[in-house]
């Protein structure tokens, strides 16, 4: 409770610095725009985040393979907040849009492909039940569509979210400097990539969502107060110390694409010759390029078959054998549950072939749901670019920071997913669903202004 208070202190402080957020002409209700998120809820979202990403690594019970798994507690909370807010919320209207009923047709879907895993390989329905648990995440998606009911309970929510991934930097920068804090198996460092040892840095999701929303006023306001200034650094400086390869280019093509989009022009320029010049004072002191080594052995591996390639060319033959054996439905791969129950070592050694994730998003996504599920994926990425086409030509400035970001997030997630399972990891499905409620409810309450 502690931490909580410093979180929700935190943001009362930093919400000063924000710019003014009134609206002119407005003519939605005006509990709506003075609404924000009360504390009781705002305290529970904390939980379900900080439980989904299993106490960030900073205890070592959180998640125990076979006996304990914190993300289980924090769906609970999930399911009796959703229920709370469905028995009290006045605006259900706002739960009546397309990709609402993308969420529900994906529920539908991982239900099925319960049954789908039973009949291919055998399991039983409860371990397909117990093993797809995890996906109802995505009713997340209808808790945040009635938190969101004006620009600033969305503003507040990720404000509060940003205090969290700045305070997961500074976790990670102790761990890497200091004492070790975290319990992970990578805490004491990651391999060497660029000559220095990869750090660990708890909860990357959420610092990369953060990182979005500081961009994203950043591009609007074209100023930021002090603490955004700092986050900002914090959460650019966990990136370049964690050096996942993957999520730095899609970040970086991603930040690309939303200054073109916003006509910064001059922007993109100078962040080119800001790049170019910390590079090279880089490579003078350290004797290899931290920003670019990491892309140049990244090069050697696909060339090479190396690194950790080698494993997902392996796990892609997998995944490319099993969808054609089932092209229609999949084979319903990530409903399989890894124990050891009734099952031989052989018969566990096959299902964990199948089951594997070894960093890879569509071909795994394809191997399991089959073309449904690659339509299901065409639709929602559809229904994503209206939504995001409309708010742009119609919405109001100080709506564009949360459209922006919610754009820009979800852009993020379709390039990186090739290499990250966002849609299917419980973590990055909480992220998602955020996102997604972001889009939805700018527009519908651009509609209503």
Same mark, same amino acid.
């Not at 895993?117 to 996906?135: C, E, K, M, P």
């Not at 790049?275 to 931290?290: P, R």
């Not at 129950?341 to 072939?353: C, I, N, P």
């Given at each position: ?22 609206i ?8 709506e ?20 990403n ?15 798994? @914190?993300?289980?507690? $924090?769906?609970?909370?999930? =399911? ?8 009290s ?6 739960l ?27 399991? @039983? ?18 808790? /945040? ?20 991934g700045?305070?997961?930097?500074l ?24 000559g ?5 840095? *708890?909860g ?11 961009? @994203? ?13 700092? *986050? ?13 390869? $993957? ?6 093509? #991603? ?25 090279? =004072? ?5 004797? #290899? ?5 990491? /892309?140049? @052995? ?17 796990q892609?033959?997998?995944?490319? *054998? ?40 569509? #071909? ?17 990425? =559809? ?10 030509? *119609? ?5 564009k ?23 299917v ?22 509609s209503?202004?």
């Amino acid at each position: 409770m502690i931490i909580i208070q410093i979180q929700t202190d935190s943001y009362d402080r930093l919400k000063r610095d924000m710019p003014s957020t009134s609206i002119e002409n407005e003519t939605i209700d005006s509990n709506e725009i003075n609404g924000k998120i009360s504390k009781p809820i705002l305290v529970s979202l904390f939980v379900i985040i900080l439980c989904v990403n299993h106490f960030f690594n900073l205890v070592p019970w959180a998640r125990v393979h076979g006996s304990f798994n @914190s993300s289980d507690i $924090g769906l609970l909370i999930l =399911v009796i907040l959703l229920i709370f807010l469905l028995g009290s919320n006045k605006n259900k209207a706002c739960l009546k849009n397309g990709i609402s009923y993308m969420v529900l047709a994906y529920l539908f879907m991982v239900t099925a492909q319960v049954a789908n895993v039973s009949f291919n390989y055998g399991q @039983s329905i409860t371990d397909g039940l117990i093993a797809s648990r995890h996906q109802l995440y995505y009713l997340s998606f209808f808790v /945040f569509l009635m938190i969101f009911d004006s620009e600033k309970s969305i503003k507040q929510f990720l404000n509060f979210v940003m205090l969290i991934g700045v305070a997961l930097c500074l976790a990670g920068l102790v761990n890497y400097f200091g004492v070790k804090i975290f319990y992970h198996k990578w805490a004491e460092g990651h391999g060497v990539r660029a000559g220095v040892i990869r750090a660990f840095f *708890s909860g990357m999701g959420v610092i990369t969502f953060s990182l979005f929303w500081v961009i @994203s006023q950043w591009l609007v306001a074209r100023k930021l107060g002090f603490s955004h200034k700092v *986050s900002g650094i914090l959460l650019i400086l966990a990136h370049i110390m964690r050096q996942t390869r $993957g999520t730095i280019l899609t970040v970086f093509i #991603t930040v690309v694409v939303m200054l073109v989009h916003e006509g910064k022009v001059k922007i993109l320029i100078g962040l080119g010759i800001f790049i170019v010049a910390i590079s090279s =004072v880089i490579s003078i002191y350290e004797g #290899t390029n931290i920003l670019i080594e990491p /892309f140049t @052995s990244a090069y050697e591996d696909i060339s090479e078959g190396g690194g950790t390639w080698e494993p997902r060319l392996k796990q892609l033959e997998t995944d490319v *054998s099993v969808f054609m054996e089932h092209p229609v439905f999949g084979g319903g791969t990530y409903a399989i549950r890894l124990n050891t129950d009734g099952k031989s070592l052989m018969e566990l050694r096959q299902l964990t072939e199948l089951h594997q994730n070894a960093d890879l998003g569509y #071909t795994h996504w394809i191997k399991s749901y089959g073309l449904v599920g690659g339509i299901w994926l065409i639709c929602l990425y =559809v229904l994503i670019g209206k939504h995001v086409k409309y708010v742009m030509s *119609s919405i109001a400035k100080q709506m564009k920071p949360v459209a922006l970001m919610a754009a820009g997030y979800s852009f993020f997630v379709m390039l990186s997913f090739v290499t990250e399972p966002h849609f299917v990891w419980p973590d990055k499905i909480l992220l998602i669903c955020i996102a997604l409620a972001m889009i939805v409810r700018v527009r519908q309450l651009s509609s209503r202004s």
